[in-house]
């Protein structure tokens, strides 16, 4: 069986078993929907972290889908960290992990210091 196959397999097995430990107090902050707009850009950046960790994440550009993300996500310290299983461009491998910073966290807002270095804040989506 091709490793790749193998790999997608196990991240799915994954995402459908129930959560074994217990969220920490942060991650529970983190479950929800959440989103950022990017008035400038016209964009707006939509995710939702799941209790059992899975989570989807969207980018819109002046109301229309223009990608799609779905994946595995985490608390490791001060870090989210995010395990892709679909990229609904395809340009992001099964199976890669990227993170962000955790700058500040309050019931209705996150902010993340992003790979590109610049502060996005995301509010809680009601």
């Known amino acids: ?52 960790g899975a989570y989807t994440a969207e980018l819109r550009k002046e109301g229309k889908l223009i990608r799609k993300f779905e994946g595995l996500w985490r608390l490791d310290g001060d870090m989210i960290v995010y395990t892709y299983t679909a990229d609904s461009l395809a340009l992001i491998p099964v199976g890669t992990t990227e993170q962000d910073h955790l700058v500040r966290m309050t019931e209705n807002s996150y902010t993340i210091e992003a790979g590109d270095h610049l502060h996005r804040t995301y509010f809680r989506v009601k």
């Open 1 to 52: 069986m091709n490793w790749r196959v193998l790999l997608l397999l196990l991240i799915n097995l994954a995402m459908l078993a129930p959560t074994l430990a217990a969220l920490s107090p942060a991650e529970e902050k983190l479950v929800g929907r959440w989103q950022y707009d990017d008035t400038a850009a016209g964009t707006v950046a939509r995710q939702d972290f799941r209790a059992n």
